[in-house]
């Protein structure tokens, strides 16, 4: 359960331990949690990037070159749903890098 003082506290007047406790009550019920393989949507492909929505207010990046074939053509485009593992989640940093390869190791 939220705690509603957390969730009615500024971000920036949350220590490290609050912030994590406030961003794993918030996330348990979407299951997108530290150290899982969570279900993006790849919302834009970037020169080294491909960009995924994981549900989150941050946008997560996984590098193009696990998102590539044999022959190192995108093996993806905009639109198309993808497990990605999230492997931590940073108060100070809101770009949050996934990988594919990670989340397809720990699905097998």
Not at 47 to 67: M, N, P, Q
Not at 95 to 105: G, P, Q, T, V, Y
């Amino acid at each position: 359960m939220i705690d509603q003082n957390l969730l009615d506290t500024p971000l920036d007047q949350l220590d490290a331990s609050s912030f994590k406790s406030l961003q794993d009550d918030l996330m348990e019920g979407r299951g997108v949690r530290e150290g899982s393989v969570v279900k993006g949507t790849v919302t834009r492909l970037m020169e080294d990037w491909v960009v995924v929505d994981i549900g989150w207010k941050a946008e997560g990046y996984v590098s193009r070159d696990e998102l590539t074939d044999a022959e190192g053509a995108l093996d993806i485009q905009v639109g198309d749903t993808v497990d990605v593992y999230l492997p931590t989640m940073k108060e100070d940093d809101p770009a949050l890098i996934l990988s594919k390869e990670r989340a397809d190791l720990m699905k097998a």
